[in-house]
């Protein structure tokens, strides 16, 4: 089955800085890789996702790069903000079913 | 609409009883999915749902554990006999219609401790 690593698991970065989290995936028939950031107490929510048939997607200050040859994908957060601290969870998706990383905390210092 | 809502929001039981947990998916989605979060872990997958059928129950830990899904639309997770490490935020998400490409919406979860 699916095997997706994520990486770092915890990460702290200064306000205004950018952030980076990488995930790899081992199911070449993955074509769907969703990232969610999930707050205290609440269920994940997704903020951006990409197809296989897209190499790179950017909403404002959140981008998502996909290669599909290396089997991995990056969420890229820039100029972060306090209200970015959350944990983020990447995940692979094929026929229905989603494989999610382990998570990462991430932590905004102002 | 409304989103994904589970009952009860938290459930304290004593270890040997029997849980049920409800979701409300998103109405007119399809596909329904159930995942368990261990403190600080990531989602590990339980079960997933089209319609009232389950095609994948791959992820469900042991026979004390069940799902069904009725009309379509509202799932039940049970867990029998309940052990101290089912204690776990229990997750359910829920999409328009279960192809691989989707986004799946999820709801607030249900916080089990087993006593």
């Known amino acids: 089955g699916e095997n997706v690593e994520q990486h770092p698991s915890t990460l702290s970065v200064q306000e205004g800085d950018s952030a980076v989290i990488k995930c790899t995936y081992s199911?070449?028939?993955?074509?769907?890789f969703p990232w969610y950031k999930q707050e205290l107490g609440k269920g994940p929510q997704l903020i951006i996702d990409?197809?296989?048939?897209?190499g790179e997607k950017k909403d404002q200050r959140i981008a998502v790069t996909l290669n599909k040859t290396a089997k991995h994908f990056s969420l890229h957060i820039t100029e972060t903000q306090p209200e970015d601290s959350a944990v983020y969870f990447c995940?692979?998706?094929?026929?229905?079913?989603?494989?999610f990383g382990d998570g990462t905390t991430l932590t905004v210092k102002p | 609409g409304a989103g994904v809502s589970q009952s009860p929001s938290n459930k304290v039981t004593e270890k040997g009883k029997d849980v049920e947990l409800r979701c409300d998916p998103i109405?007119?989605?399809?596909?329904l999915y159930w995942y368990r979060q261990s403190l600080g872990q990531g989602l590990e997958f339980l079960i997933y749902?089209?319609?009232?059928?389950?095609?994948?129950k791959s992820g469900l830990p042991s026979d004390r554990f069940s799902a069904e899904r009725t009309g379509g639309s509202v799932s039940t997770l049970t867990i029998q006999r309940t052990q101290q490490e089912d204690s776990a935020v229990y997750l359910c998400?829920?999409?328009?219609?279960?192809?691989?490409?989707?986004?799946?919406?999820f709801g607030p979860g249900t916080r089990l401790l087993v006593l």
């Open positions: 990409i197809r296989s048939n897209v």
């Open positions: 749902f089209q319609g009232n059928s389950a095609p994948d």
């Open positions: 109405s007119g989605h399809t596909a």
């Open positions: 998400a829920s999409s328009l219609e279960g192809r691989g490409s989707e986004t799946q919406y």
């Open positions: 199911d070449s028939a993955s074509n769907y």
């Open positions: 995940a692979a998706s094929s026929n229905g079913k989603s494989t």
